[in-house]
Each structure stands twice: as C-alpha cells, then as structure tokens.
C-alpha cells in the first residue's frame, strides 16, 4: 500500500446486487458513515480515507476476486466488508496470502479464529447459544424446528444448536435448507404446521426470509401460534418483509431502539445522511464500529503497516452504539452483549432480555462441555 501522500485508500466490499443486496447495501451505508466521519475529524494520522467500493455480487467467487482487485491494484490498507460466511471464507485465503486485512462485520458461525482477520459481529456464544439459553429458561421450550439457507454458516450453527439441543432435553422436530437464491419454503412450512415445534430457529439469510416468512403467514402461522427467533433478520429486513411480524424474536448485539447517547447519535447522524426513513441495525453497526476499532489499531500503533496494526490490536476499544467494545488480541474478536428483541408493530425491535452484560468471544466454544467439533 501507498501510504506517502494526503490520502490512504480502504476498500468497501459489499453486496449490491444479487439475494443478498438487501442487507448488504445498508452495511455499505454505515461504512460510508463512519468514513466520513473520520475524515471530518481528521481522518488516520492525518491523512483522509479514500473509498474504492466494490460489488461482491452475493457471490463468493467474486468476493474473492475482488478482495485481491481492492489489495492488489488498489493497494487498500484494509478490506472492510462480506457478510455470508461463504463470502469470507472466499476471501480467507486471499487476505491471508497477501498479508492484508478484512474486517468482517456479520454474525456467524464461529470456530474460526485468523490472523489476518477482525470479527466484530457476534460468534455462536454470543448470540446463538445465548438464544437458546432465553428459550430454555424463560419460555421453557422442550421442542424446536430448524429452518435455515444452504451454506456453511446455518448448517454449522444448526450442528452446534442440535449438540445443545441433545444436552438439554430439547427435541429437534425437522431441519430444512434451501439455497440462498430460491425461496421455495412450502414444504418446510408445511411440516411446522405438521410437527408442531414450540418454537423455529430460523437462519435464513438475505430475501430468502421475504419468502419464508411470505409462506409462514399463508399458512396462518404467527409469533401467536408457532413463534419464530431468528438471527439474521434486522430492522432492515423486518422493513422490507410485508407480512404481521409483530411479537417474532431475534437475537442480535443491537438494534436502532438501544437506549444510549452514543447510539442516539448514530442514528440522528445515519438518518440525516441517509433519510429519516432509513433504519440501522446489528450488522450496520457493527461494521460502522469496524472502522473505528481500524483507526484506533492504526492510531496505536502509529502506522498503517499490516503486521504493526495487528500487533496494537490487543485492548483496542472503542465507545459504539452498542456499548464499550475491546478487541481481543488473542482471537481477534470483541466482547458483545446479547439482547433478545421483539419485533413490533412498527418493525423495529425492543429488547425483552439481555444477557448479564458483555459476553467474551469463546469462538471455538472451549468454555462448553456439551461440544463436540465432531459430532453430528
């Protein structure tokens, strides 16, 4: 990278086109965000941020090209952006090979631990095992249903969910998958109407959730009847989903309705950029958050070197509308508290549980007795 003159060039990579472009596109928005906000300010050691934004086209194929376009030809100081767990494992190799950096800012499945690589979206056990801990002891669930999108983040989390589900009386009734481009969901549908689960753990990704859930309420299922929680469905999604959500859960690290200053301002700046009409959400924010946790490494370390930034990176913390985040150097990810939210008639989510403050990022789930990497 050139880092000689008044500029330093980051690459946004992001979905906007294909099935996934519906949450992709806001992420870019809030990158967008917390860049200018940064240059505003003064930008990283002094020099301002120059975006070269990239189409990953909900393709992992081409996330991978162009992540080695963006540090390659556009010789970025970081990669910020992908969404799908197939998309970063696309680009793993790359970012690793050219000793660059991805911040990666989606929940996902866990059990991956890089280098060269920042998660600040939530792993398993700061998310799903937590939801799965709420349905046990708060609405004393004894059966479940799985229902997710065809690829390696909802097979893996469902392995964990079912290995969990084994360890507390939980009874797995069905588990169905369908790819992230096709929304034929009848038949899943129709065996919750058959099986009759107390609850559906959904983690569909991306406009496959339109069709899911288009399909659940032609069938008369509702939060009333058969409630769902799902993990990858923000406010954004809720929006777009035309269909009575009012009372389906979710489990994230934050939502546009999180009651803090630092989040007051976040969404008063992101809807003044964007349109009062325009939502944030986990994914957002987190990524929004990925920027500044980026400049405080860089700021630490006092130079855009690679290996320098990763060497700063231990205790990084940076004060987001989540709460107070810390990055650990050790594995790469940040300590996250878990809210359990309800969606509301207006589609926007409010918390009903959080977790007992910020829970540390146990990737590789080590802290569980009840894992078992090989097992079913």
Known sequence: MDTSGDTVKIGFLNSLSGAMSISEKTVSDSLGLAAEQINADGGVLGKQLEIVQEDGASEPTI??????????????????????????????????????????????????ADRNIFYTGATTNQQIIPALDFLKNEKKIDSIFLAGSDYVFPRTANKIIKQYAA???????????????????????????????????????????????????????????IPIVSVSIAEEEAAA???????????????????????????????????????????????????????????????????????????????????????NGDNHHIAKTTLIGEVQPNKLIKTIWSSDGPIEPDPFLEGYDWWDPNGA
């Open 167 to 225: 360890a507390n009386g939980i009874e797995v009734l069905g588990e169905e998958y369908q790819t992230l481009d096709k929304g034929e969901w009848g038949t899943a549908v129709d065996k919750i109407v058959e099986t009759q689960p107390d609850v559906v753990f959904n983690t569909i990704n991306g406009d496959s959730n339109v069709a899911f859930l288009e399909e659940y309420d032609a069938k008369g299922l509702s939060a009333k009847t």
């Open 241 to 327: 989903i035309d269909v009575d959500l009012t009372g389906q859960m979710t489990s994230w690290n934050y939502y546009q309705t999180v009651e803090s200053p630092d989040n007051a301002e976040f969404v008063k700046a992101f809807k003044g950029k964007y349109g009062e009409d325009r939502v944030t959400s986990d994914p957002m924010e987190a990524a929004y958050t990925s920027l500044w946790l980026w400049k405080g490494m860089v700021e630490k370390a006092d130079s855009f070197d690679v290996d320098d930034v990763i060497e700063a990176s231990d205790g990084v913390s940076f004060d987001s509308p989540e709460g107070k985040v810390v990055v």
């Open 63 to 112: 996330f991978a090209e162009k992540a080695e376009k963006l540090i390659q030809s556009d010789c970025v100081a970081a990669v910020f952006g992908g969404w799908t767990s197939s998309s970063r494992v696309a680009m793993r190799p790359v970012v690793k090979s050219l000793n660059s950096l991805l911040f990666y800012p989606v929940q996902y499945e866990g059990l991956e």
